[in-house]
C-alpha cells in the first residue's frame, strides 16, 4: 500500500469528508444485507477515536435516472449505522449545497452525517468537477474507503480527492493489500477460479491471469462457450455465439493451464422444481436441457487442482446456485476454498455472487479475504490502475 491512509493524517478537530460503499440491497425501506455497512464501521470507529469535529459520509445506492428517486434514498441506512457504530447518525436531504452545508454546520462536537445519494446529481458519474469542489466544501479532509466504487472516477471517488488531502480508509488499505499482494507478489502456487455467465465480462481477466496464475479454473455458464469452441452439442444452454473465437483464443493461449468442467448437472427448466441428469461434458447435451451446474467429477478435478495451491482467488459462481437443484458445485468449491484456508492458504473472493455464494453455503467467516467490490476487484486482478485509488495521497 503506497497510499495514505487515515493512520498518517492528525484528524483531530477536523471536518472529515468519508466516502463509503453503503450501495446495500433494499426491499422497499428494509435493508436485507448490511454487509457493506458493517465493513464500513472500523474505519469510521477510528476516525472518530481522532476526535474529529465532524464526519459526513457519501455514497451511491443503485442506479437512478435522471435525479431524486425516494426508492434509491440512503435515508433507510442511517439508522442502521446508527446501530453498527454505537453513535447518533444524523441524515441529510442532499449531498451538496446549503441543505448539506448546514447539516453539516449544526452537528455537534464529533457528529456524524449520512448525506443522500450521491447519484441524484446526473453528472456525478460524469465526473463533474463543480460537484465535486462543492462536495469538498463538506470537508477539511476526504477519507475513500469505498472500494467497490474505486474503479470509478467519479465527482465523489476521483473528482474530490482533486479539492482536499485525500487519503484512504483501512476498507481500502485491507482490499488494496490482498488484491495487490496477491497479483504482484503470491504465494505459489496461485490459482484462480472464475465463474459467472459470461465470458464476454471476463476475457481480460482471464487473458491478464493466464499470464499471472499456475493454473486457471472455469466454471459457471462461462464455461459453455468454451464448450462450445470444441463443437460440443450445448442444447438449450447459455451460449455467447459472438465470444466462441475468444473462446478458442484463451484455449489456445491458456493450454494446460487453463482447466474446464469434465462433467455438468443439466436440468430442463431453471426452476427448484426442475427435473435433472448428469453428463459428461463431451457426449454433449441433449435437445431441450441446459447446464446450470458442474458436477462431482469436476469438483474433485477442482480439489486436485487446489489441494496444493498457496494462493487462491475466486470470482464467479459455478453455476445458478440460487436455485436448489444446481447449488452443489458452488457450495462444494466454497467449501474447498475454506478447507484450503484452515490448512495455510490465502482465499480471497473476488465480490460479486462470490460473496453471497460463500454466505450460503455457510463458509464466509473461514474465508481470507472477502472482497466488497465485484467490478472494483475484477479490474485489480486485470491490473489496472483504479482512479479512486490513484487520486489518493502517496505516502
Known amino acids: 500500500m503506497t497510499k495514505m491512509t487515515i493512520r498518517d493524517l492528525d484528524l483531530s478537530g477536523k471536518r472529515v469528508l468519508v466516502r463509503v460503499d ?7 425501506t428494509t435493508i436485507t444485507d448490511d454487509t457493506r455497512i458493517r465493513a464500513a464501521v472500523p474505519t469510521l470507529k477510528a476516525i472518530l477515536a481522532q476526535n474529529p469535529r465532524s464526519v459526513a459520509l457519501m455514497s451511491h445506492l443503485g442506479r437512478p435516472k435522471g435525479g431524486p428517486d425516494p426508492k434509491y434514498s440512503l435515508k433507510p441506512v442511517a439508522p442502521s449505522l446508527a446501530q453498527q457504530l454505537g453513535v447518533p447518525v444524523a441524515f441529510a436531504e442532499d449531498c451538496v449545497g446549503e ?14 452525517i449520512l448525506l443522500e445519494n450521491t447519484r441524484f446529481h446526473p453528472t456525478e458519474e460524469k465526473n463533474d468537477l463543480e460537484l ?6 463538506l470537508g477539511d479532509v476526504f477519507v475513500n474507503d469505498a472500494f467497490g466504487s474505486a474503479h470509478r472516477a467519479h465527482s465523489s471517488t476521483e473528482g474530490v480527492a482533486r479539492y482536499l488531502p485525500a487519503v484512504s480508509g483501512l476498507l481500502l488499505e485491507k482490499e488494496i493489500e490482498y488484491l495487490g499482494s ?35 479454473l472455469i466454471g459457471g455458464g462461462m464455461a459453455n462457450t468454451f464448450f462450445a469452441a470444441q463443437g460440443i452439442a450445448l442444447g438449450n444452454s447459455l451460449v455467447e455465439p459472438d465470444a466462441v473465437e475468444t473462446a478458442k483464443m484463451l484455449m489456445a493461449k491458456g493450454g494446460e493451464k487453463l482447466i474446464l468442467p469434465v ?8 426452476d427448484d422444481a426442475a427435473n435433472t441428469m448428469k453428463v459428461d461434458v463431451s457426449a ?11 458436477g462431482e467429477k ?41 478447507e484450503r ?36 476487484s475484477l479490474e485489480m486482478l486485470e491490473g489496472k490502475v483504479l482512479p479512486g485509488l490513484a487520486a489518493l495521497k502517496d505516502k
Open 182 to 216: 496477491a497479483i504482484e507478489n503470491p504465494s505459489r502456487p496461485f490459482v484462480a477460479i472464475l465463474g459467472g455467465a459470461k465470458v464476454s465480462d471476463k476475457i481480460a481477466v482471464i487473458e491478464a491471469l493466464l499470464g499471472k496464475c499456475d493454473k486457471v
Open 284 to 294: 454433449g447435451v441433449p435437445d431441450g436441457w441446459a447446464i446450470y451446474d458442474i
Open 99 to 112: 441543505v448539506a452545508e448546514a447539516a453539516v454546520a449544526a452537528l455537534p462536537v464529533g457528529g456524524v
Open 22 to 28: 453503503f450501495n446495500v440491497p433494499l426491499d422497499g
Open 263 to 270: 462433467d455438468a448437472v443439466l436440468g430442463d427448466k431453471f
Open 298 to 338: 469436476t469438483v474433485a478435478l477442482f480439489q486436485q487442482t487446489i489441494s496444493g495451491a498457496q494462493t487462491i482467488v475466486w470470482n464467479g459462481p459455478m453455476g445458478v446456485f440460487e436455485k436448489k437443484p444446481f447449488a452443489a458445485g458452488t457450495h462444494a468449491v466454497a467449501t474447498l476454498l475454506a
Open 132 to 137: 465535486a469542489q462543492q462536495m469538498a466544501k
Open 341 to 376: 484456508t484452515r490448512q495455510g492458504a490465502v482465499t480471497i473472493i473476488g465480490g460479486g455472487d462470490s460473496v453471497a455464494a460463500v454466505e450460503d453455503a455457510g463458509v464466509a467467516d473461514q474465508i481470507t479475504h472477502i472482497s466488497t467490490g465485484g467490478g472494483a
